[in-house]
């Protein structure tokens, strides 16, 4: 029986005995696909011009018609950029922060996140309200008493000013929340009879089996916090503490005619985002995917 039903299912397998697609769904399908296509070109399009132009001369970036390419590909932009302006402080105070900032909140959200889901305790789903409710708050609503606060602390123009403006989220609690409830309460149940405690299930069975969600929030957060502008805007007076945000626009004031060296500085601010995307990318779609699994 097993032989003869084996032997059924290989005509089956064949390409040509595979049902034929519609003339409808091919043209569907390859109307989605051109869309998609023209979406990605206008979408990357902006970013090639800047690379190309990183390499031109000044007359070459604005000249009519357009130059897509440049006559002479001048990659000495990239040397000479370190000497015209203070890169590497820039670079280091935006890896400074957007890392510290990362681990700070990829710890604190999903430890959060685990107590919000896996702790049973009195007004817990409120809470949760509560906090999620921040997220429609704009920050621009409260950034005057912020900066208040932080300032009779002294903390103003510090390193800190900046950690502590974006160590807590409610967003990486929400998302981390979404994938802990997807977890078996079996296994925090049966942790918890073998006398674990609640931060040993965190870090022994939690953490272990959430790694593609924390690696999404951890692209999400180093994201924010390298293109963040307002917060070190407002923050940091000190030109040593300047991050690549502050420091292109202090370059652009100073060098507003030298558009090679802007469009220069501008590929090295986006640069480390898009390596970091890169490297990630799978963990990050994996991990928005699996905590979404439960919304």
């Keep these: 029986m097993s032989q003869v039903t084996s032997e059924s299912k290989i005509p089956e397998q064949i390409a040509w005995n595979k049902p034929k697609r519609s003339p409808a769904k091919i043209v569907g399908a390859i109307i989605g696909y051109s869309g998609m296509l023209v979406v990605s070109v206008f ?3 902006p970013f090639f011009w800047m690379i190309t132009s990183s390499l031109k001369s000044n007359n070459e970036i604005y000249s009519i018609p357009i130059k897509w390419f440049p006559s002479t590909w001048h990659w000495e932009n990239y040397i000479h ?17 957007s ?3 990362t681990l700070l909140q990829v710890f604190t959200g999903s430890f959060a996140a685990y107590g919000f889901s896996k702790i049973r305790f009195r007004g817990r789903n409120a809470l949760f309200l509560i906090y999620i409710a921040t997220m429609a708050v704009p920050w621009q609503a409260y950034m005057i008493p ?3 606060m932080l300032s009779s602390l002294g903390l103003s123009d510090t390193r800190w000013s900046i950690v502590l403006l974006q160590a807590f989220g409610a967003f990486g609690v929400f998302m981390m929340k979404q994938f802990y409830d997807s977890i078996p309460e079996e296994l925090s149940e049966a942790a918890r ?4 405690s609640e931060f040993g299930i965190y870090r022994r069975i939690i953490l272990p089996l959430s790694g593609s969600s924390i690696a999404a929030l951890a692209i999400i957060t180093f994201t924010n916090t390298w293109n963040d502008y307002m917060g070190p805007l407002i923050y940091l007076r000190s030109q040593n503490l300047y991050t690549i ?3 292109l626009k202090l370059f652009i004031s100073q060098y507003s005619a030298d558009f090679a060296m802007i469009m220069t500085g501008s590929v090295l601010s986006v640069l480390p985002i898009l390596v970091v ?11 928005i995917a699996t905590s979404g699994m439960k919304g």
């Design 277 to 287: 995307f890169l490297i990630g990318q799978n963990q990050f779609i994996e991990g």
């Design 245 to 247: 945000q502050l420091g």
């Design 43 to 45: 979408t990357l399009l």
């Design 81 to 97: 950029i370190w000497t015209q302006a203070d890169m590497s402080t820039w670079l280091l105070n935006t890896i400074f922060f």
């Design 193 to 196: 009879l073998d006398g674990l």
């Design 146 to 148: 912020q900066f208040k």
């Design 99 to 101: 890392v510290v900032v």
